[in-house]
């Protein structure tokens, strides 16, 4: 489903990506930790187009289709869904009004009819109850005033909603108390699907107890040096990050200076 | 820019009418007018070498020779004035139309006190001459010397202590569009009396979105001990009307002022809110958005000035500037000496969507009193890239998350519109002139 190829990149002229690899098959699920900084949240906003990031070498494609040169709301359109770190906050905007136009172009895309306010209406109804969302969020403006949590969940009602092909989570988990946490990875578990594959960035293996990996990766100083089950990430969070250091190719460590 | 030999050229046409002006007014009102006539004469037209007017050029409206009517035209039809009602047969409705009552379009429910401010000038002198152009606060400018001069009709509204008028009250001005270049000059005074409550929905309207007019309105506002008044002024004038206004607010002890006011259409917009916090523990809020386009020019001018302790005001205006266009906004505090715990914030923001688009905003805080709160700010910019992309990854394009953005930081103002039929109207309004969905 996705492919990574030796992928490089940049943000403001520093490289924080220096060689990912990555494959993903449909309906797996792939945790990606790593210390902060080791470019975790960079691999997510370049998957999902971010024009700040900008990619120097590799690439990667996603249904067989090159996304390089693609525009954000093109990948978005095929399938494609980042569930934010930090959820901007829409002043004027309610939640219902931003998913129904979401929607209706993703829709339109793939030669489907526009959802009407009324059909959206119960279609949110719904997923919020799927991710045990309270109703009245539906009118309040996208994120604005929300807690935390309430964002972090909100973006897990948005990928119910779009109902993505590849969801790439953003550190899902970050800010979160245990209760929130359960909350959301009971959201996201519910959307797991043959059909579905996500990716799952996180700092801290807890998340990854509630949402259970198909394969775990460390990435570290932008490359992935190690890979396994779910098991890495116990084996991870027993011996902390300093333990990969020690595994990785001398040559990625010098060149770290 | 004028100068001054061509502004006696420029008030030539004013002068000319106000000689037609034949008054049937008691003493008292003729006296008024006639010193403001030669105030008008006096003065020197608005012009960018002044403070005031340095980012707001009126000479468009100084080079057009507009004549003002001194008696109603033909009556105006329902049929003109219908879409520009709100159709609730509950609110109380006063019509001008071309700067004159129309009775019989108008409708006024029993006990409320409201009629044309040619009637209250005969009926209701009692409350009328104590009040009538003295709370014109700080320098006149010639416009409101001039609106003073002509002064014949406009609202006249009393509301009576401890009354709660139920529904609004709407002051309909409408353009008919049958003369052109024709000026107007409506005189309102609104009165309440301690603890009186009322809503007045101001709206301009023309029946012809291409007719060139002037209105130089002047409202004065006094609000009585712990009355309450919400006021809503809507511009909705032809894209090539002209509209200065001045208002000025007179707060007594616990009294409050909620203002809205709301530019929409009209080729040059200047709305000015004087407001006079004085006495103990009064309130004004005055809120406004302006939607500008083509080569629009509205102007807000607003001015607090606390007088006595313990007051609070909020002055928040938001701009949405597209095309050529240009907005100018002024909030200027004055805080006396005795006015000490005085809290005072007001914030601009502006959003701009063309490079030609130009904002000129200053705040202005006169502060002589030490135990105070002041806060000010204004921002001016586009949609954060952040916000923009955020749309991106859910599917919607760069244009529809501009529309969207867009829509909602004016409806955000829009939003707080107590008044259900003025907040839908306007929501409308701001929808199709952002149009977040494509087609």
Redesign the interface.
Known sequence: MLEITNLHANVEGNEILRGVDLKIGAGEVHAIMGPNGSGKSTLAQVL?????YEVTEGGFTFLGQDLLEM???E???LGV??A?QY??E????SNA???Q???N??RK?HGLDELDALEFRDLLKEKMDLVAIDHKFADR?VNEGFSGGEKKRNEIL?MAV?EPKLAILDESDSGLDIDALRIVADGVNRLRSPQRSMIVVTHYQRLLDYIIPDFVHVLWRGRIVKSGGKELALELEAKGYDWIKELVPAGVAEDEG | MSDSKNTANEKASFLSDLDQLRTVHPAWVKSIQTSYAAKFAELELPNRRMEEWRFTNVSPILRTSFRTAISPGAPATEETVAPFRYGNAAWAELVFVDGFFAASLSRIPSGLIACNLAEALEKHTDRVEPLLAKQVNGTANAFNALNTAFLQDGAFVHVTADAVVPAPIHLLYVNSGRSTDSASHPRNLLILDRGAKATVVESHVSADMGARYFTNAVTEIVIGENAALHAYKLINDSNEAYHLASTHVRLERGASINSFAISQTGKIIRNEIKTLLDGEGAHSSLKGLYMTRGEQLVDNPIAIEHAKPHCTSWIGYKGVLDDKSHAVFSGKVYVHRVAQKTDSNQLNQNMLLSDKATIDTKPLLEIFADDVKCTHGATVGRPPEELVFYFRTRGMSEAMALGMLTYGFADEVVNQIGVDEVRERLEKFVFDTYSPIPG
């Open positions: 999902s187009g971010n024009e700040a525009p954000a709301e990948r978005a359109r869904f980042m934010f959820p901007v829409i002043p004027g905007i009004y931003f998913l136009a979401g929607l172009e993703i895309s403006p948005q779009l």
